[in-house]
């Protein structure tokens, strides 16, 4: 089921091949967003971009964010009642804790991915001494080699990407976030599903410094029972 995210933007320019503002009270916990976009037609904007923060309970100001690459696509009704509905994949900022350090981090979609199944964002990591967001090399080359977003699991402390080979590979990685360094894969799970008749799994987890790997091969009807068990006791 695709979900949908709605932001409330107060539109304070008009929607035209010129420079639009708009105003997101809503997107994040702790920022009053305003962003300053190059180019809006009826269905998207795109171009040279500057973002800038608020914080809501200092009202200070943070330095502004430039993007040449931004963009977002809307459904053209919901402009004329100034609700931009963006599907899940497509929203154009995503502000979450991704090095579990206990602040609100940003992810930006960059532009140059837009026409791809799936966006690539640049990853920006809320730093408490300079104040501001910078930019995480590591972090967003980690979306660029895995060609989409991960989420953060924050009780587990682990960066979480899903994606999937061809019609019926699915796999899952799983990263820990180390200050000072690049990403640490450490879980790999691949759930390979061509044969009609059975599943071949293949676990593969960093403990200890070593990786170990384990493959196995279920019947199809068994492990897709075992599966639907595990989730019915998980409920």
């Known amino acids: 089921m695709k979900l949908k995210f709605q932001l409330l933007f107060i539109l304070l320019g008009t929607l035209c091949l010129a420079q639009t503002h708009f105003e997101m009270d809503e997107i994040s916990k702790n920022y009053r967003v305003s962003i300053d976009i190059a180019t809006c037609n009826e269905k998207e904007c795109f171009g040279k971009t500057s973002i800038n923060f608020i914080n809501k309970n200092t009202l200070e100001k943070l330095p502004t964010l430039t993007s040449e690459n931004f963009t977002f696509s809307f459904e053209t009704d919901s402009v004329n009642s100034k609700k931009i509905n963006f599907e899940d994949a497509q929203i154009p900022l995503i502000f979450d804790d991704f090095n579990f350090d206990g602040h609100e981090d940003l992810a930006l979609i960059n532009g140059s991915s837009r026409n791809a199944d799936k966006s690539l964002y640049d990853i920006f990591i809320y730093d408490s001494i300079q104040k501001q967001f910078l930019l995480s090399e590591g972090l967003t080359d980690l979306v660029k080699d895995n060609s989409g977003m991960f989420t953060a699991d924050a009780g587990r402390k682990r960066l979480v990407i899903h994606s999937k080979s061809g019609c019926c590979i699915h796999i899952t990685k799983e990263y820990e976030v180390i200050q000072g360094r690049d990403p640490l ?43 639907n068990d595990e989730n019915t006791k998980g409920n």
Not at 189 to 201: G, H, L, M, S
């Open 185 to 227: 894969k450490v879980y790999e799970f691949e759930e390979d599903t061509r044969d009609p008749k059975t599943v071949i799994t293949k676990k593969t987890e960093f403990i200890d410094y070593k990786w170990f790997t384990k493959t196995t091969t279920y019947p199809r009807e068994v492990y897709y029972k075992e599966n």
